[in-house]
């Protein structure tokens, strides 16, 4: 009888902090759904070395709290807006020819990845 008193307090007890953890771990916000781009665009197709003239990106997502991530192996991206869905890229000799701006759009639902192409040239 102790044994069975003993099992049964272990359970409940084992319950509760179960219960307890998942507290602890917020749900996925139900207001949002995986995100899609809905379009990612430079304001030119071609920029010169040297940043006097850069190329503004724009990324339009949809999903809900999204977080945008931008990448290049060579030149620089300077964030535009508190998002993040617009930056400036300008790019030295090092770039020259064709260069890919990765941006990846994420939120609580997951994330993807996308591309824009710019050719860097010397004037």
Known sequence: MKANVFLTLLAITLVSLAGCNKKN???????????QFVSLTADKDSIKVGGTDPAILTCMA?????????????G????????????????????L??????CTISNDKGSIMDTV???????
């Open 97 to 102: 020819g064709e260069k890919y701006i990765k």
């Open 62 to 74: 949809s999903g809900g709290n999204i977080s945008y991530t931008w990448e290049v192996d060579l």
């Open 25 to 35: 771990n917020p749900a996925p916000d139900a207001s949002t759904t995986f995100p």
């Open 76 to 95: 620089d991206i300077f964030p535009l807006n508190e998002a993040g869905s617009q930056v400036r890229f300008s790019a030295s000799e090092c770039c």
């Open 117 to 123: 192409m710019l050719y860097i040239f010397i004037p």
